[in-house]
């Protein structure tokens, strides 16, 4: 099983600034099969990136994914208000997905 | 548009079972695995299993396997999870969603959720 590991664990940002989040994977993932979540309260969660670096569809620019192998980050460029929620990475390489445990970005 | 509304959820006594269900709509239905993903309360998320087009591929998490299966009838657009032998560690929201076309293992598609509540 495959344990992805997610830094840091809360992000304190404000509106504007920019965002990295990191997943590190316990296993290489193949063909980047790595995909982004985000999660509002009370809400289910929403595809934001998969394969890596593809935006799903709907999902603005400023949102981006980038790494491969054990190495993994989702960018977003300039914060909005709309964009503070939790994160997941999600690898789907393996027949039995996981999940990280999330980093949750908040309002400084 | 795409739809996925979940139900059956509920209070339910360790060792008891629930079948939860999830409406598809807005897509062909058969045309796509399917895929259940839990959340207990306030933590984060767990795949518990998929189930390919024809129902006939199943694949589920250690922690469920032999207590959980999971079904769809695709005339009816619904897939099912079936859950017995329930535990308090299965209290949890259960999410029904549609894997995109080019992974079996990506959840595209999210429904709201249904909480199921395993306790005396």
């Known amino acids: 099983e495959s344990v992805l590991t997610q830094s840091p664990g809360t992000l304190s940002l404000s509106p504007g600034e920019r965002a990295t989040l990191s997943c590190r994977a316990s296993q290489s993932v193949s063909s980047s099969y790595l995909a982004w979540y985000q999660q509002k309260p009370g809400q289910a969660p929403r595809l934001l990136i998969y394969?890596?670096?593809s935006r799903a569809t709907g999902i603005p620019d400023r949102f981006s994914g980038s790494g491969s192998g054990t190495d993994f980050t989702l960018t977003i460029s300039r914060l909005e208000s709309e964009d503070f929620a939790v994160y997941y990475c999600q690898q789907y390489d393996s027949s039995l997905p996981t999940f990280g445990q999330g980093t949750k970005v908040e309002i400084k | 548009e795409v739809q996925l509304v979940e139900s059956g959820g509920g209070l339910v006594q360790p060792g008891g079972s629930l079948r939860l269900s999830c409406a598809a709509s807005?897509?062909?239905?058969?045309?796509?695995?399917m895929i259940w993903v839990r959340q207990a309360p306030g933590k984060g998320l767990e795949w518990v299993a998929n189930i390919n087009q024809d129902g006939s591929e199943q694949y589920c998490v250690d922690s469920v396997k032999g207590r959980f299966t999971i079904s769809r009838d695709n005339a009816k657009n619904s897939l099912y999870l079936q859950m017995n032998s329930l535990r308090a560690e299965d209290t949890a929201v259960y999410y029904c969603a549609r894997a995109s076309g080019s992974s079996k293992r990506l959840a595209k598609d999210w429904g709201q959720g249904t909480l199921v509540t395993v306790s005396s």
């Open positions: 807005g897509f062909t239905f058969s045309s796509y695995w």
């Open positions: 394969s890596a670096s």
